[in-house]
């Protein structure tokens, strides 16, 4: 893996600024900044991109299944991703980009949880099987919240971690330095909340969302007692598991529970998480209101577990947000983190929001199309009238795209 790093002003000096991207990299500096700062030695145009054939010679006893597997594998293995860090005003921040940009597409942009890094969060679902297909037409850009990369050192007591909102304000610093104009955000938890607040500052560079678990509301003081009285008896590892997971789920114990207890509780900057966990149980209210000022204006699907500790929350956004912009995918037997669980249904979905934003023309989605035909219901909801199980995966051979507007609630079980 290659590890590059940068200055926001430094970089946006050398690179044409892309449209739509204010100058917010040179706000009042909070945090104490890194000393050693490099000016940054690749470029995305020295990114290597991998290279595949598509018509290779079947190896005997193959089958085009076979190939079309090991070819997936191979990509996976091949492209590890370059790490880069740049500084911002609010301290260094380290981010993962996969594949190559492509003329006139959106990066996906992504953004984690607390308790959790981009490769925890995300690794299951960008490296499923039919995601590959979506992904290749697409560059990726996996954020680190401050202090969560692999072999971050442990800030020193007294450090000032920046708020959500100044993390938010940290984007535009890592799409000058990469040289992008738009994105698509996917983000979860506490990403999802930066996200939309990056989004709704910076509404002309983002050009859809997709939104896992957001709660864009700030504490009230009945959520603050019973922080407060949880903090009493449960550890911080305790309590961010119980953000993450249902508690279900936790009881349950399954492999997946043991695993990521296992990361929380033994993370080597489990107080850099702390800091995180506490900017996000200091969030201010996003004040998202239906046919207000304050609103998102790109697509967006918003997704949460039938089971999830954020599911009211989401149901809450779902209803302040613009209802012919949002999609709404309630799933059902997915616990907390759809993204680790149902990594394929959320794929099928992510790859509708894709058609109905005009990317991913069916032509390009041969294999998805046909393997998961049908296996997508939807509830259509409309002012609160449902109509019944529209099928969401009319793939059309034809090469039209053949996704309809969003404003729906899929309601997707496994
Ligand atoms: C990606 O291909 O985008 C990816 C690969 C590994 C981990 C996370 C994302």
Known sequence: MTRTTGHCDTLAAGAAKPKGLGASC???????V???????????????????????????GQTPEMAKEAELAARILLDRGQTHSVETPYGAVTFTVYGTPKPKRPAILTY????????SCFQPLFQSGDMQEIIQNFVRVHVDAPGMEEGAPVYPVGYQYPSLDQLADTIPCILQYLNFSTIIGVGVGAGAYILSRYALNHQDTVEGLVLINIDPNAKGWMDWAA???????????????GHLFSQEELSGNSELIQKYRNIIT????LENIELYWNSYNNRRDLNFERGGDITL???VMLVVGDQAPHEEAVVECN??????????????????QPQLTQPGKLTEAFKYFLQGMGYMASSCMTRLSRSRTASLTSAASIDGSRSRARTLSQSSESGTLPSGPPGHTMEVSC
């Open 266 to 269: 033994h993370a080597p900057n």
């Open 34 to 60: 890194k000393k050693n700062v490099k000016v940054a030695s690749a470029t995305m145009t020295e990114l290597q991109e991998v290279q595949i054939t598509e018509e290779k010679p079947l190896l005997p």
């Open 227 to 241: 922080h407060k009285l949880t903090g009493l008896t449960s550890s911080i590892p305790e309590m961010i598991l």
């Open 26 to 32: 040179t706000g009042a500096a909070k945090a104490p």
């Open 319 to 336: 209803s302040k947000l613009d209802p012919t912009q949002t999609s709404f995918l309630k799933m059902a037997d997915s616990g907390g």
């Open 297 to 299: 204006k790109c697509p």
């Open 112 to 119: 984690h949880d607390v308790g959790l890094n981009y490769k």
